[in-house]
Nanobody, 124 residues
Framework: QVQLVESGGGLVQAGGSLRLSCAAS????????MGWFRQAPGKEREFVGA????????YYADSVKGRFTISRDNAKNTVYLQMSSLKPEDTAVYYC?????????????????WGQGTQVTVSS
């Protein structure tokens, strides 16, 4: 069983930055590829970014490419999402997810474990 706890969300002005963290309670964290997804009110959950077990492969949604960076620290069992140049349309609940393979997926159905989410609100 994998437990994921996100933190770091909050209210920020457009153009600002936030760093989200996701702490995993699991042995062999490095065996899991990780992803970040988000869900805005009235919309479906969508892919944001994903990272392989080693951090050597990273993938981003076009909407966040160049503004968001996903990273991980396997020694701390934590994955991060650094968000910069935030826009009001980035407002959503952000979820981290884990999948028991070395390589990630951009499809949310590829993830078995999910955190409870953290709210990010970007004001204009």
């Amino acid at each position: 069983q994998v437990q994921l706890v996100e933190s770091g969300g909050g209210l920020v002005q457009a153009g600002g930055s936030l760093r989200l963290s996701c702490a995993a309670s699991v042995s062999a964290f490095s065996s899991y590829a990780m992803g970040w997804f988000r869900q805005a009110p009235g919309k479906e959950r969508e892919f944001v970014g994903a990272i392989s077990w080693s951090g050597g492969s990273r993938y981003y949604a076009d909407s966040v490419k160049g503004r968001f960076t996903i990273s991980r620290d396997n020694a701390k069992n934590t994955v991060y999402l650094q968000m910069s140049s935030l826009k009001p349309e980035d407002t959503a609940v952000y979820y981290c997810a884990a999948r028991g393979t070395l390589m990630p997926s951009t499809d949310l159905t590829g993830y078995k474990y999910w955190g409870q989410g953290t709210q990010v609100t970007v004001s204009s």
